[in-house]
DNA sequence: CGATGGATTGACAATATTCAAAGACAGTGG
DNA sequence: CCACTGTCTTTGAATATTGTCAATCCATCG
């Protein structure tokens, strides 16, 4: 089918040499499509594969005892999800599609084997675990220290600049394809709440909706409102690189010196 | 003075050669003293260290525009802080001490090159980021999904469960050096209900306070309380290893085969 | 001893939740 | 083309939870 989505997704940070392509495409299993709604994974199965988002959303989640549940992040198409349980033999949330979906796998136990054989993939994938921390701060200050109105605009805002870095080619980045209680969910509100928020946006123009989602209309003043600011999103893949190439050649990899 | 922290820290994980001890040594520059309540870096500073703990507590968080502030995550002896600063130029949010503590630096621009050279350390440091990324989540769900008397319990019971792993020789684990206002501000709620909430659970003999914090009397009933579930905090540290030894050895490092 | 940082209390207000019911909309099958 | 179904959204009223303000208390420290 498609080529492997794994390898466009990092050369979105860096060059790639051959053998470095090589090894991602061999990690890489058939692309498998899941339908909307789908668990791709769930609490306490062995936690055995990674994957690349190709197309379509997932969300990761966690079900509460109460029936409650906080959904934990959302992931776009370039995302690279489950990384967060390479330090555990099961996996710690479930994992969601919540539009339809082409996930590529990857196995686990092979990361260690590609982390020795080059440094430049093994410092993207370390990269990429320390964004997916930032973007788990953020989400905790909204969560702790803004009102409703603040995390919704915030939160929207923030899957749009992700939106817009990973696939600006191929979608609409202000359309989102969640519905009120996901975003209920994820930001620990109730779907009335968010509702009557959103509601409130939609009477200033800043947002309005669709008959799959949610669209922004107004970043700026969604801004305003979120007191938004896009600097968690920005890796420094520059500064990284130039370490790499700093470091001494140990290892029998490309990336040119 | 002390011998390497950071090597004490990693062969709480697996056993080090030679050459990873040599390795940790080299990065680890002399330990650092900061009297409680010190600024080790502020939001915005170029993000050029990492420090492991090597006594007392520090925290993370990020001040708000309103004057309020997020507390993000504590950090107790034996812990690694910085991680997540790998991926940005700048720091995205504060690092306090909040007891006098003892903290040794290393360079951030080591590590990639420590990635080539140490596939078992690649792999802990790869382990230890998977495992703040645990945490997090963990304090996302309970900043959405719980009421402040879960909250608090749930909070104190991973506090002293960390506390257990990391220095079960050298401390009290069920004495927390906490204010209440540090509280508040971790767990989203105001200091006034913190202290409402921490006195119902005193009235019940569940918690007590002591000069300088507070301390858990009975863990198994807090565990109720809070829905508390420690496996988020047990790194798989066993098939990690087995992974690393299963892989092609490429590289001239020890660590056995 | 006064100064400081933290803990505690009460009264009141704001924010968000719950419950329950109805409306909108797309997809399905007759 | 229409009724039927399921999912998502919207609304109101009553309630619960948590926050704010302001004052007091308490212990520690120089």
């Known amino acids: 089918m498609t080529s492997s989505c794994i390898i466009r997704h990092f050369e979105h940070y860096a060059e790639l040499g051959p053998e470095e392509k ?10 498998k499509s899941f339908p909307k709604g789908s668990l791709v994974w769930q609490q306490g199965m062995d936690s055995d594969y990674f994957f690349t988002v190709h197309s379509g959303w997932a969300c990761s989640l966690r079900n509460m005892e109460n029936g409650s549940r906080q959904v934990l992040d959302f992931y776009v198409p370039g995302d690279v999800i489950g990384l967060r349980e390479f330090a555990f033999r099961r996996r710690i949330s479930n994992m969601m599609t919540i539009t339809d979906a082409i996930l590529c796998p990857f196995p686990k136990q092979h990361l260690t084997d590609l982390f020795a054989r080059s440094r430049l993939l093994c410092n993207l994938f370390f990269m990429m675990a320390a964004r997916d921390q930032a973007i788990l701060i953020e989400r905790l200050i909204n969560l702790g220290r803004r009102s409703a109105r603040e995390k919704v605009a915030h939160f929207l805002l923030e899957m749009a600049h992700r939106l817009d870095k990973a696939c600006a080619d191929i979608a609409d980045c202000n359309h989102l394809p969640l519905t009120q209680v996901l975003m209920a969910d994820a930001l620990g509100l109730s779907t009335v709440h968010v509702n009557r928020t959103l509601n409130e946006l939609k009477q200033q123009s800043l947002t309005a909706s669709a008959s799959d989602g949610v669209v922004i209309l107004d970043r700026e003043q969604l801004s305003k409102v979120a007191g ?30």
């Open 22 to 31: 090589e090894l991602l495409a061999s990690l890489e299993k058939a692309p």
């Open 228 to 257: 938004f600011d896009p600097e968690y999103l920005q890796e420094d893949v520059e500064s990284l690189l130039h370490n790499i190439s700093d470091a001494p050649t140990l290892v029998n990899n490309s990336s040119g010196g």
